[in-house]
């Protein structure tokens, strides 16, 4: 079974950065994708960065150019760096992982963090 813990949402006001971290433990053989996606009131969940193990990333196109994603395999974590941020940015930031284990290709989600942009 694999766990996601998720830190570094919070309060700031339009313009600021935040930096979120998601760290996965438990079994599994490899980590492949790791990603973070989003979801605010009344929308669907969308993409918001992927990095692949290769380090290959993919954005949204909303979020393109002021969030970088990045990861440290050797802690099993994935980053997201937000500058430049914009009330529309306020969403439950939710981190994925994409593994393989003994049953083969496999993904979890995080918990979910709250990131709110405003005066």
């Known amino acids: 079974q694999v766990q996601l813990v998720e830190s570094g949402g919070g309060l700031v006001q339009p313009g600021g950065s935040l930096e979120l971290s998601c760290a996965a433990s438990?079994?599994?053989?490899?980590?492949?994708?790791m990603g973070w996606y989003r979801q605010a009131p009344g929308k669907e969940r969308e993409l918001v960065a992927i990095i692949g193990s290769a380090g290959n990333r993919n954005y949204g196109d909303s979020v393109k150019g002021r969030f970088t994603i990045s990861r440290d395999d050797a802690k099993n974590t994935v980053f997201l760096r937000m500058n430049s941020l914009k009330p529309e940015d306020t969403a439950v930031y939710y981190c994925r992982l994409y593994y393989s284990d003994r049953g083969g290709n496999a993904n979890a989600w995080g918990q979910g963090t709250q990131v709110t942009v405003s005066p």
């Open positions: 438990g079994s599994f053989f490899s980590i492949d994708a």
